[in-house]
């Protein structure tokens, strides 16, 4: 079973354009977390999705930045006009029933 | 939310040695769980342990849920453990509260 895929790994984007990150759940996850994390700090929680339903996105910047969890593909975090702030790595977590989660390898945002 | 304080902050072993992490939370939590964040950045899972205690290998875990504590042990270090032990605690099944962190660094 593989695990939880994120890509890209390495995303460098310059300021004012969009990043698009992907997270592929483990086979048979249908709930998706995706956290934040800025240097030498712990991760924050951004949003909660299940297929094709947000849950809870409390922690999710109120604008430039929305998810999706599609019936068909992967998750999608997408940031719109990037500023330098928002380099930090992203981590989405897949579990098969909201308690126990798995991390993906992350995705590395440099906004230059 | 929950606030999630780990001790101590930074920790620095000789190979062989032994140590306990520890993990406070101000909540009551359904979820617990350790995790090791490598030097490539990759969180691994240790243990998912919202109560009780469990065993893999050199490391064991115990949650306290009724006084709101974990704790990690590593025994017998090596230089693979280095890196960054998390604590994460959940309320229910929603987002996970991390912790800060330890920062385990062992030499040789």
């Known amino acids: 079973n593989a695990g939880v895929m994120q890509n890209p790994r390495h995303l460098v984007r310059r300021r004012g354009q969009e990043a698009r990150l992907r997270c592929s759940p483990m086979k048979g996850h249908s709930h998706v977390y995706w956290y934040r994390q800025l240097p030498e700090e712990g991760l924050k929680f951004m949003v909660y999705?299940?297929?094709?339903?947000?849950?809870?996105e409390s922690g999710m910047p109120k604008e430039r930045f929305s998810a999706e969890f599609p019936k068909e593909g992967p998750s999608i975090l997408r940031i719109q006009q990037v500023v330098r702030g928002d380099s930090a790595a992203y981590f989405c977590?897949?579990?098969?029933?909201?308690?126990?989660?798995?991390f993906g390898p992350g995705t590395r945002l440099t906004v230059t | 939310g929950i606030q999630v304080e780990q001790s101590p902050p930074d920790l620095i072993l000789q190979e062989g040695a032994n140590s306990t992490l520890r993990c406070n939370f101000s909540?009551?939590?359904?979820?617990l769980q350790w995790f090791h964040q490598n030097p490539w950045g990759q969180l691994i899972n240790l243990f998912y342990i919202p109560s009780g205690t469990k065993q893999n290998g050199r490391l064991s875990a115990t949650t306290v849920a009724t006084e709101r504590y974990s704790l990690l042990y590593i025994s017998s270090s090596q230089t693979t453990d280095s890196g960054v032990y998390f604590c994460a605690v959940s309320p229910w099944g929603n987002q996970f509260y991390f912790g800060t962190g330890t920062s385990l660094t062992v030499i040789p």
């Open positions: 977590a897949s579990s098969p029933s909201g308690y126990e989660q798995y």
């Open positions: 999705l299940q297929k094709e339903n947000i849950i809870d």
């Open positions: 909540d009551s939590v359904n979820n």
